[in-house]
């Protein structure tokens, strides 16, 4: 079974770059799709974007502007920066596996098959 | 893009059974057959409960059952136990390629 690792500062500064890196066990980077979900403090989920192993992403057109996942499949790793941060945010920040049916046109999001614990990134002066 | 509309909160006796509703539109619940549900305990990562509008994957028990009639998909719990208050939300793929959650339901064990 697929575990997932976050880890970054839990503090960020306004206007500054939030960093986070997911570490994959129990399974090949190669394997899956690979996603960013965060959920302010009290609040619903929102997806972020996925990363496949080749490197292409998709993002969410409302923080497209200032998203970039990547992965380091040597490390088994992928990470999200985010960038001009606010207030607003802040939020705990999972990384997950994404399952994705590919047919010869179209790539369609599932599930969010696991889940990584979450990380509370908090964007603060 | 707003959120699939769920109700803020839903409550039952132990043993009776309940149902959470999780309204969209054509362009994504209504659209396509990838409807998830998603347990979350306070503290705790969302764990898959359901996917493609009625699968469970394995582990997950039989008490939990989905279904979809046009925009709206529905999470019905049966025989509610007290481990079953958590809360609740929907997810489903979109025509824009992404990937909508809903606002979340907070189940009462009463």
């Not at chain 1, 190669?30 to 992403?57: A, D, H, V």
């Not at chain 1, 380091?72 to 994404?98: E, G, I, M, P, R």
């Not at chain 2, 529905?74 to 997810?91: F, M, P, R």
Request: charged share 10%.
């Amino acid at each position: 079974q697929v575990q997932l690792q976050e880890s970054g500062p839990g503090l960020v500064k306004p206007s500054e770059t939030l960093s986070l890196t997911c570490t994959v066990s129990g399974g090949s980077i190669s394997s899956y799709y690979w996603s960013w979900i965060r959920q302010p403090p009290g609040k619903g989920l929102e997806w972020i974007g996925y990363i496949y192993y080749s490197g292409s992403t998709n993002y969410n057109p409302s923080l497209k502007s200032r998203v970039t996942i990547s992965v380091d499949t040597s490390k088994n790793q992928f990470s999200l920066k985010l960038s001009s941060v606010t207030a607003a945010d802040t939020a705990v920040y999972y990384c997950a596996s994404l399952n994705i049916y590919c047919s010869s046109t179209s790539c369609y999001q599932r599930t969010v098959d696991y889940w990584g614990q979450g990380t509370l990134v908090t964007v603060s002066s | 893009q707003s959120a699939l509309t769920q109700p803020a909160s839903v409550s039952g006796s132990p043993g009776q059974s309940i149902t959470i509703s999780c309204t969209g539109t054509s362009s994504d619940v209504g659209g396509y057959n990838y409807v998830s549900w998603y347990q979350q305990h306070p503290g705790k990562a969302p764990k898959l409960m359901i996917y493609d509008v009625s699968n469970r994957p394995s582990g997950v028990s039989n008490r939990f059952s989905g279904s979809k009639s046009g925009n709206t998909a529905s999470l019905t719990i049966s025989g509610l136990q007290a481990e079953d208050e958590a809360d609740y939300y929907c997810s489903s793929y979109t025509s824009s390629s992404t990937l909508l959650f809903g606002g979340g339901t907070k189940l009462t064990v009463l």
